[in-house]
């Protein structure tokens, strides 16, 4: 990085407010073949979720995002950005803004590095182009291989459970049938424990609110 760098004022969001009962679900890495799944579980269970998708994943499954999801930025291929310059890190996270306008006739508020890497670039990118930058608390590892079963990754998530809670899950990036297997388990799980499930922009409209419900 450029010591030439303006450091940027940005802080990475890793959890919501402590003080409510809400937690929030996030898919990285898609839209994929198991987006539509996903979704049916969401729906089926009146639960939200925000989705953190890829640029290029966009264009193979354009039908996949609508208006109504909450869609995050998770650049346009999924590099280490931290080994980008700072105009590759602009271009990646300005090309998958543009795909998921075109998309969803909206622009994402909210932005996840690949990896959770980033630097000051990075966090430059991001808030001139209107993104808050938000990682996460807990992390089912559903990424592995092989992916682990769909009872660990339930219980994987439910064991982290609080108020304020950012979960990792993937919707792409390798076969998800054991992630969307977990999903009825972790939504009632949280639901059972007083939890409710918001999105992303929600949570963070939520962060300076003071009140217990």
Do not use: K
């Not at 995002?65 to 602009?90: K, M, R």
């Not at 996270?93 to 508020?109: D, F, H, K, M, S």
């Not at 559903?142 to 609080?162: F, K, T, Y």
């Amino acid at each position: 990085m450029s010591n030439t760098t303006p450091t940027t004022t940005q802080t990475v969001i890793t959890r919501g407010n402590p003080h409510l009962p809400e937690v929030a679900l996030t898919f990285d890495d898609g839209p994929s073949e198991y987006t539509p799944q996903v979704l049916a579980v969401l729906q089926g269970y009146n639960a939200q979720a925000t989705f953190f998708s890829i640029g290029e994943s966009i264009s193979h499954y354009p039908n996949y995002l609508h208006q109504d999801l909450a869609v995050g930025n998770h650049t346009f291929t999924h590099p280490h950005l931290t080994t980008l310059s700072a105009s590759e890190i602009y271009r990646e996270l300005n090309q998958t803004r543009t795909a998921i306008y075109n998309a969803t006739g909206t622009r994402p508020t909210v932005f996840r590095p690949p990896y959770g890497e980033y630097n000051n670039d990075v966090l430059n990118a991001a808030s001139q182009l209107g993104m808050t930058v938000v990682n996460w608390s807990a992390a089912a590892s559903d990424w592995e291989n092989p992916p682990p079963a769909a009872d660990v990754i339930a219980s994987r998530i439910l064991g982290c459970a609080e108020n304020g809670a950012i979960f990792l899950l993937h919707e792409g990036g390798g076969d998800r049938s054991n992630t969307v297997a977990a999903l009825p388990a972790i939504i009632l799980g949280l639901q059972s424990r007083g939890l409710r499930l918001v999105t992303i922009p929600e949570m963070l409209a939520h962060l300076n609110r003071t009140e217990t419900r």
